[in-house]
């Protein structure tokens, strides 16, 4: 496959979809985590430091489901990642202390991190070849350049309810 023969077929943009669901999110809590635990009143260092557990359980998690994903298939692997994001996103909504900021860092992060490897592994699936690389970075920076939005879409949504929680929920 070339990038010009992926284009055309339908599996390129649902992967670039399926790529930019969780990338808008994912920019969105890179952005609005530590705000949004400073203000349930965790102190600012604490929640930078969440955010740091995040990109360091991230690590395990890349390794972890890297590995999983080669018995379990990319596919299968992705939707429990997502899967999990998407449900310690509701713990989020309720975290009120720091030891629940920490749980929500650590769980997120892993699956966070574990979902890495999984696009890249699932895109190579459709689209084997020797421009791999070049397919990937088109799905990647359709997604991203929509990805950017998750930040502004989230701060738009917590300026017009005043609250974190909707946006994390969304």
């Known amino acids: 496959w070339t990038l010009r023969e992926?284009?055309?077929?339908?599996?390129?943009?649902?992967?670039?979809?399926?790529?930019?669901?969780?990338?808008?999110?994912?920019?969105?809590?890179?952005?609005?985590i530590v705000p949004a635990a400073i203000n349930i009143g965790i102190d600012k260092t604490a929640a930078?430091?969440?955010?740091?557990?995040?990109?360091?359980v991230g690590i395990a998690g890349r390794i972890v489901m890297g590995t999983s994903a080669e018995k379990l298939g990319w596919e299968r692997a992705l939707i429990i990642c997502c899967g999990m994001c998407s449900v310690?996103?509701?713990?989020?909504?309720?975290?009120?202390?720091?030891?629940m900021l920490y749980i929500f860092a650590i769980v997120y992060g892993f699956f966070y991190g574990g979902k890495v490897p999984l696009v890249p592994g699932l895109i190579g699936s459709y689209f084997p070849g020797k421009s791999l690389a070049t397919i990937?970075?088109?799905?990647?920076?359709?997604?991203?350049?929509?990805g950017a939005a998750g930040p502004l879409i989230g701060g738009f949504i917590i300026d017009q309810t005043?609250?974190?929680?909707?946006?994390f929920i969304i």
């Open 88 to 99: 310690i996103f509701l713990w989020f909504v309720g975290v009120k202390s720091l030891w």
């Open 162 to 167: 005043g609250s974190y929680a909707v946006a």
């Open 136 to 146: 990937f970075g088109g799905v990647h920076a359709f997604s991203l350049i929509f």
């Open 48 to 56: 930078a430091g969440a955010l740091a557990l995040v990109g360091g």
């Open 6 to 32: 992926a284009l055309r077929p339908k599996p390129f943009w649902l992967l670039s979809l399926l790529y930019f669901c969780p990338v808008l999110p994912i920019h969105m809590a890179m952005v609005h």
